[in-house]
């Protein structure tokens, strides 16, 4: 089984930065693509930024030219650097994995427990 480990969130004054990791133990899947995605309080859960399976990355509107997501596939941890932070912001983070498990055709997707962002001055 896959675990994934979000760190880095806290407080930040609007035009701060923060940069959040997310460690996975485990490997079972043999394509997948890895995210974060944000919930803000009375919010739905929504994608901010995405490395799809063969290196494509897409990010929300809201967060382009601001954050940057990247990966170390050595040792399969996520990365979501955040510039200029905004109100807005604000919310949990979550790290997602999804995809193929290995040697099946079965669809898995995984969540890490979140990490609170908040901004504000």
């Known amino acids: 089984q896959v675990q994934l480990v979000e760190s880095g969130g806290g407080l930040v004054q609007p035009g701060g930065s923060l940069r959040l990791s997310c460690a996975a133990s485990?490997?079972?899947?043999?394509?997948?693509?890895m995210g974060w995605y944000r919930q803000a309080p009375g919010n739905q859960r929504e994608l901010v930024a995405q490395?799809?399976?063969?290196?494509?990355?897409n990010y929300a509107d809201s967060v382009k030219g601001r954050f940057t997501i990247s990966a170390d596939v050595a040792n399969g941890t996520l990365y979501l650097q955040m510039n200029s932070l905004q109100v807005d912001d604000t919310g949990v983070y979550y790290c997602?994995?999804?995809?193929?498990?290995?040697?099946?055709?079965?669809?898995?997707?995984?969540w890490g427990q979140g990490t609170l962002v908040t901004v504000s001055s």
């Open positions: 997602n994995r999804e995809g193929i498990v290995a040697g099946t055709s079965r669809y898995l997707e995984i």
């Open positions: 485990g490997s079972i899947f043999a394509a997948y693509n």
């Open positions: 490395i799809i399976y063969g290196g494509r990355r």
